[in-house]
């Protein structure tokens, strides 16, 4: 039984060795690559936008033909104007938050609200990137 298995082990290790080799080897001279006309028709492309939201226009038809960088839906602009004002009042109360911090708590504290303030920072630039986004896109 063991030695059956080894002969298998064997056998199976040659075999991936010998598809190495042949994967190896150069391209024999004289042949060349295949060479074809025809037409190449997309049955299915999927596109995603640089920021989400609800379409509210499609701009091409189907098997239209259309260039590169052109518009082809614009999105609701009204998700991206409320994330924006969510941002800002994040930070407005981060800032509160932060100021009453330093006015008398502990140094856990205040690092606590630093980072909060941070981070609200950083959801206020990265709304107002998709808000400039949009506004170049729909441009």
């Known amino acids: 039984m063991r030695a059956a298995i080894i002969a298998t082990a064997a056998l199976a290790i040659?075999?991936?060795?010998?598809?190495?080799?042949?994967?190896?080897?150069?391209?024999?001279?004289g042949s060349t690559p295949l060479e074809a006309s025809g037409t190449i028709e997309a049955k299915e492309v999927t596109i995603a936008p640089e920021v989400g939201g609800r379409v509210v226009e499609i701009t091409a038809d189907e098997g239209e033909e259309v260039e590169a960088g052109q518009v082809l839906v614009r999105l609701d602009e009204e998700l991206l104007a409320s994330q924006m004002k969510e941002a800002l009042a994040a930070v407005e109360g981060a800032e509160a938050q932060l100021a009453a911090v330093e006015a008398g708590y502990r140094r856990e504290e205040i690092d606590q609200a630093e980072a909060d303030l941070a981070k609200a920072k950083a959801a206020r630039d990265g709304?107002?990137?998709?808000?400039?986004?949009?506004?170049?896109?729909?441009?």
């Open 14 to 29: 040659l075999a991936a060795g010998g598809f190495y080799w042949c994967l190896q080897q150069p391209i024999a001279e």
């Open 127 to 139: 709304a107002r990137t998709a808000w400039g986004d949009a506004i170049a896109l729909r441009g």
